[in-house]
Every structure is written in structure tokens, then in C-alpha cells.
């Protein structure tokens, strides 16, 4: 991997709309229309997708109508017009941004169905069995996804390094997350994905004492739209670029029935607090094909996608974070941090 900041081609931030209480997916009547809301997905949004979308739409039929409105096309909005139109109904998606634009497209694109889903306080047993079914219905829908011309998924090897044992690591981060501690369920999954080895040294090239190898799914987040968007205009859905300033303008559409699917946009929209952002900067160095596996050291991790290797970095103040302008000294600090866990291998060849 060529590590070097001056391979930068982009840097980017993205706010997770994280909800304490878990993602809402519900219906409500607003005025004359019933509204179907599908939001909050906190950092699972791309993984969760395709199960949250199902409850939705189970949701969204049992109204008998047979034309749907669904305000949004980022993961969340695609994905539910999508099985909504595959019911054999019609959809039209309204949007202020276009899914490039939109939040979703500046996500890492990795299997992370419990990343900032909801607070620890509400990963009840019955959150617990929701989560698990979105995340089960997600996955199966996933493997559908492999081996496709543009490869919107690929499973591919994760390597961590560590020079402090994990359960040190995983510990001082939770303790830089910010205010909230999140609740947990991988666990409740463990069947779905290969177990992760521990790397001895002198079985692997890194220098660190500490490594491990997992295999997960990565979504190249670019070809994944392109291929959602395509889908769905070819069963004849339209996107048509509209904003909405308040809940009171849904009067104005034509469909009866809304999905509601605005993600962070719900707070402003819907005057819903309970919407928090959580701040993300990630960077893109120029592709590199032949890098295939992902990588996390302490203080950075990389993700090697089809349009460039994603560089994520933290930090503790990312909670309750409203801060959308990149920082690009911050990712060129991931990008030397990547250098350095890389330098062993360089020295190898
Ligand atoms: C840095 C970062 C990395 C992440 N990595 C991952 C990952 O690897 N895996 C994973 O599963 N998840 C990840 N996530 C989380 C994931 O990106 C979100 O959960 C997901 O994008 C939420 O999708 P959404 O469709 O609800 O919202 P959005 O993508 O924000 O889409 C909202 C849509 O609603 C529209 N909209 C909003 N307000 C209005 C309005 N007033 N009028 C009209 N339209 C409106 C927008 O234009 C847009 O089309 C990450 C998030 C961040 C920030």
C-alpha cells in the first residue's frame, strides 16, 4: 500500500444520525397521509439497510395502496424503494440530494450492523430480537450481492495491529467514544461471519506484537448506488430532486403513503432531537486494486475499496458533532499512521 498523503484525492465528513433509543421505523398519520418513518440508523446504516427496509415496507403495504412516496435516496430510502418496488408496486423517490450527494456515500462501506445503533441503556431483549432479525434479513440479502459486474460487495481479510493486547485497545476506545457507551449484539451473530485468528509473531509480516485476521464484507459504496439506482429506475421508479422544509409540506405529493427515510435530515425536518450526530472524516487515497484486504492499527484504520483506499480516523469529540468541514491535517496524520504500521513490509520486498 502506498501510504503517502501527497495520494489524497479526497476528504470527507459524514454525520451518523445515532438515536439512543435505536432507529425508528414506524408509521404515523401527518395531516391527510400516513407516514412510514425509517430513520436513525447510527453507523449500521449501510449494514441494516436492507432488514429495516423490510419492516418498513411490511408497514407501508398493509396501508392497500398501490403508489408510494419515499422522501430521501440514501441507503436507507434505496434500499426500501427498492423492496417496495419488487412488491409490485410504484415508487417514486423524493430527494434534496442525489445518492452521490447524499450522507450514505461518504460511509467506509463495511459489514458494521452494530456500530452506534442505539445507547447501552436500550439494547433490551427486545431491541436485542429486532436487531438481530434487520441484521439477518440484511445479510442474506448481501450474499445475493456477490459477484456482480461493478463488485457492490466482496468479502476480503481484515488484519488489526496492535502493540497493547485487544482487549486493552477495546477498552481505551470505548472510552474515547464521548459521553454514551453503545450497546452491543454482535454476539447474538457470531454464526454469520468466519471467526477471527490470532496471528503469532513470525507468521505474519507486521511488526506489532499484537495481530489478528478476520474475514468481512466490504460494499464499494460507489458501484453499490450506481447499481441500487439503476435498479431501480429500470422497473420504472423516478427520482425527482425536491426539499422539504417541514413535515406540513408531504401534503403537496401525490402518494397517499410516505417513507420517511431522511437520516440525519429527520432532526431539522421533524423538529426530532433525539437525532444526534456523530461526526466521521474519512479519506480516499487513489485506488489500488492489488491491495486487497482491510487494516486497523490504534489510531487509524483503511479500508482498500474500487474507488480509492478509505482512511478513517477519530476522535473523542465526534459525539454530538455538527463539524461537516473536512480537517485534512487529521487524515494525513491516518495516512502516516498507515505508513508506519506498513514500513515492516516495505523493508520485506
Ligand atoms: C464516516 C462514516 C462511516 C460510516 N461507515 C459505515 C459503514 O461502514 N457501514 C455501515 O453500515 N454504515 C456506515 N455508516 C453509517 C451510514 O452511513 C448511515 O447510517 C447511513 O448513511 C444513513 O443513511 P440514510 O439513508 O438514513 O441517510 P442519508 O444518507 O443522509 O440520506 C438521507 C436522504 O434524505 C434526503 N433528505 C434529508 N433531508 C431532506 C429534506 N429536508 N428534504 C428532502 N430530502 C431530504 C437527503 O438528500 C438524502 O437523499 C457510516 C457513517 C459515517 C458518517
Redesign the pocket.
Known amino acids: 500500500m502506498r501510504a503517502n498523503p501527497d495520494r489524497l484525492i479526497r476528504v470527507s465528513?459524514?454525520?451518523?444520525?445515532f438515536r439512543a433509543q435505536g432507529p425508528r421505523i414506524e408509521g404515523e398519520r401527518i395531516g391527510e397521509k400516513v407516514v412510514i418513518h425509517?430513520?436513525?440508523?447510527?453507523?449500521?446504516?449501510?449494514?441494516?439497510?436492507w432488514g429495516a427496509a423490510a419492516i418498513a415496507v411490511r408497514e407501508a403495504l398493509a396501508t392497500g395502496e398501490r403508489e408510494f412516496a419515499v422522501?430521501?435516496?440514501?441507503?436507507?430510502?434505496?434500499t426500501t424503494a427498492l423492496l417496495l418496488q419488487q412488491s409490485g408496486v410504484k415508487v417514486t423517490i423524493?430527494?434534496?440530494?442525489?445518492?452521490n450527494?447524499?450522507?450514505?456515500?461518504?460511509?467506509?462501506?463495511?459489514?458494521?450492523?452494530d456500530?452506534r445503533i442505539c445507547s447501552e441503556e436500550a439494547a433490551t431483549p427486545a431491541f436485542a430480537a429486532l436487531w438481530e432479525k434487520m441484521c439477518r434479513d440484511s445479510y442474506r440479502k448481501y450474499q445475493t450481492l456477490l459477484g456482480i459486474a461493478g463488485a457492490p460487495v466482496e468479502w476480503r481479510d481484515r488484519y488489526s495491529v496492535s502493540s497493547i493486547p485487544f482487549e486493552e485497545l477495546r477498552k481505551k476506545r470505548e472510552a474515547e467514544e464521548g459521553p454514551i457507551k453503545f450497546g452491543k449484539f454482535g454476539d447474538l451473530v457470531k454464526n454469520l461471519t468466519p471467526g477471527t485468528e490470532e496471528l503469532a509473531p513470525g507468521t505474519h509480516p507486521f511488526g506489532a506484537p499484537y495481530v489478528r485476521r478476520a474475514t468481512s464484507m466490504v460494499?464499494n459504496i460507489a458501484s453499490f448506488q450506481r447499481i441500487l439506482v439503476q435498479d431501480f429506475l429500470a422497473e420504472g421508479g423516478r427520482i425527482v430532486r425536491?426539499?422539504?422544509?417541514t413535515v406540513a409540506d408531504f401534503a403537496n405529493l401525490p402518494e397517499k403513503t410516505v417513507v420517511h427515510?431522511?437520516?440525519?435530515?429527520?432532526r431539522?425536518?421533524l423538529g426530532d432531537e433525539s437525532v444526534v450526530p456523530?461526526?466521521?472524516?474519512?479519506a480516499l487515497l487513489i485506488p489500488q486494486p492489488e491491495v486487497n484486504y482491510s487494516l486497523s492499527g490504534e489510531d487509524v484504520s483503511m479500508?482498500s475499496r474500487s474507488d480509492g483506499i478509505v482512511v478513517?480516523t477519530s476522535k473523542p469529540t465526534d459525539f454530538n458533532n455538527t463539524d461537516e468541514v473536512p480537517n485534512r491535517a487529521d487524515s494525513e496524520a491516518g495516512v502516516l499512521a498507515l505508513a508506519k504500521i506498513m514500513a515492516p513490509l516495505w523493508r520485506a520486498v
Open positions: 465528513v459524514c454525520l451518523r444520525p425509517n430513520y436513525g440508523h447510527g453507523g449500521s446504516g449501510w449494514s441494516l439497510s422522501i430521501g435516496c440514501g441507503a436507507i430510502g434505496l423524493y430527494a434534496k440530494d442525489r445518492p450527494e447524499a450522507r450514505s456515500a461518504f460511509a467506509t462501506g463495511v459489514w458494521s450492523p456500530s460494499f425536491r426539499e422539504f422544509n427515510a431522511t437520516g440525519y435530515g429527520a431539522a425536518l456523530v461526526r466521521g472524516q474519512l479500508v478513517q
